[in-house]
């Protein structure tokens, strides 16, 4: 219980909103589609994961381990597609390094895919979990949202992460 009381006093520390981004992309990320009046489900992750798949307009979407949401994506919306490679989006609960590896290196990702985790401050291990793959190359830009974490792997943009309050 204590971590993630004193967690979230760090994250309200550190986070910033979006006068705080000087990335075009993520700007524009954070004001049209995670500000936006929407409101699409009383979760604050999920409520961000169904903005983000509208905003994107992801078509093609693997969910690992979270079979409830994959129900909530198809009722928003009919027309996703899921299991088809390559992936628009990746809904994870928990993720690793070496599991990241071998999804790019499977082809499963392009270079506008997203991985949203679920969580990632649910306990201690899930934290560590997030800052080894925030510092792997593979990924360009970070989102942390202290309800979830959002990863893209843009070679267009220079590595950085954000901490954002949604």
């Not at 979760?43 to 409830?68: C, M, P, R, T």
Request: positive net charge; proline residues 2%.
């Amino acid at each position: 219980m204590w971590f993630k009381f004193i967690s979230y006093l760090k994250f309200l520390f550190k986070s910033t909103n979006e006068h705080g981004v000087h990335s075009p992309f993520v700007f524009n990320y954070v004001t049209k589609c995670l500000y936006s009046k929407k409101k699409l489900n009383r979760d604050k992750g999920i409520n961000a994961l169904l903005k983000s798949i509208s905003y994107f307009n992801i078509k093609n979407v693997e969910s690992i381990e979270l079979q409830n949401i994959n129900e909530l994506i198809q009722k928003q919306f009919p027309t996703i597609q899921f299991g088809t490679a390559p992936f628009d989006l990746i809904i994870v609960d928990n993720l690793e390094v070496s599991t990241l590896e071998n999804q790019i290196s499977e082809g499963k990702l392009h270079n506008d895919s997203m991985i949203w985790i679920n969580s990632i401050y649910a306990n201690k291990e899930t934290l560590v979990q997030w800052e080894a793959i925030i510092n792997s190359p593979l990924i360009s830009v970070s989102i942390n949202m202290h309800h979830c974490g959002v990863l893209f792997f843009r070679k267009e943009q220079v590595k950085e992460h954000f901490t954002i309050r949604i």
